[in-house]
C-alpha cells in the first residue's frame, strides 16, 4: 500500500517549487491509471481533492499566481457553532472567479503533466514497484529505495503466500502490451548510440 503525505501546514514557509512538487507527487496514481490501464478509478479521489486544495491555497491566499498576483481572494469568516469549518466569503468579482478557477486548473494540469512525464521516463521502475506492491502488499522507503536502484528484494517466506498471493503474481506478469511497447522504446533510447560530433 501506498499512501501519499501532504506535510503542508499554516505554520511553515513553503515555496512554490516545492509546492508544485507536491502536487505532481499526488497526482502519481491517477497519471498511472491513465498510462498503464487507459481508465480512470475512483482511487484517486482523495488525492485530486488535496491536490486542488494546495492549488486554491496557492492562488487565493499565498498570491503565487502570475497573472492574478501577489493577492488574497475570499476573506475568512469564522463560523459560531461549534465543528463547523471556517466559511470564506467571495469579496471578488464573477470574472475574478473565471480567472481564479482557470488558475487553479492550470497549476493541477500541469501537475498532472509532470507526473505522467516522470512514469513515463521511468514505466519499467513503476512496474517493479506494482509486482512488489501486489506480492507484498506494503514497500517501506528502503525497499521502495532499493527497487529504484534496480536492485532486488529479498523473496517473500513460502509459508506468507496462498491463493491471493498467486493471483496477485499473475496479475503482475500481465503487463498491458501498449505498455511494453512503451519500455522498449525507452529501452532503445537509452542504448542509442550518442552524437558526440559537436
Known amino acids: 500500500m501506498l499512501q501519499v503525505i501532504f506535510p503542508i501546514d499554516e505554520k511553515h514557509t513553503y515555496s512554490k517549487e516545492y509546492l508544485e512538487a507536491i502536487i505532481t507527487y499526488a497526482l502519481g496514481g491517477r497519471a498511472a491509471e491513465k498510462i498503464v490501464f487507459n481508465h480512470y478509478t475512483t482511487g484517486a479521489g482523495d488525492d485530486i481533492e488535496k491536490a486542488t486544495g494546495i492549488a486554491r491555497k496557492m492562488v487565493c491566499e499565498w498570491g503565487m499566481s502570475d497573472k492574478l498576483g501577489p493577492l488574497s481572494y475570499g476573506a475568512k469568516e469564522e463560523e459560531i457553532f461549534l465543528g463547523r469549518e471556517i466559511q470564506k466569503h467571495r469579496d471578488y468579482s ?105
Not at 473565471?98 to 512496474?127: P, Q, T, Y
Open 94 to 198: 464573477e470574472k475574478t472567479a473565471i480567472e481564479i478557477d482557470e488558475e487553479i486548473s492550470k497549476i493541477v494540469k500541469l501537475g498532472m503533466e509532470r507526473a505522467e512525464k516522470i512514469l513515463e521516463d521511468n514505466m519499467e521502475i513503476l512496474h517493479k514497484l506494482s509486482k512488489e506492491l501486489l506480492e507484498r502488499e506494503i514497500l517501506d522507503g528502503h525497499e521502495i529505495d532499493t527497487i529504484i536502484k534496480g536492485e532486488e528484494l529479498p523473496p517473500v517466506p513460502e509459508n506468507g503466500k496462498g491463493e491471493a498471493s498467486a493471483k496477485n503474481e499473475e496479475s503482475a506478469a500481465e503487463v498491458p502490451e501498449h505498455v511494453k511497447k512503451m519500455i522498449d522504446k525507452r529501452k532503445d533510447k537509452d542504448t542509442a548510440p550518442k552524437d558526440d560530433s559537436n
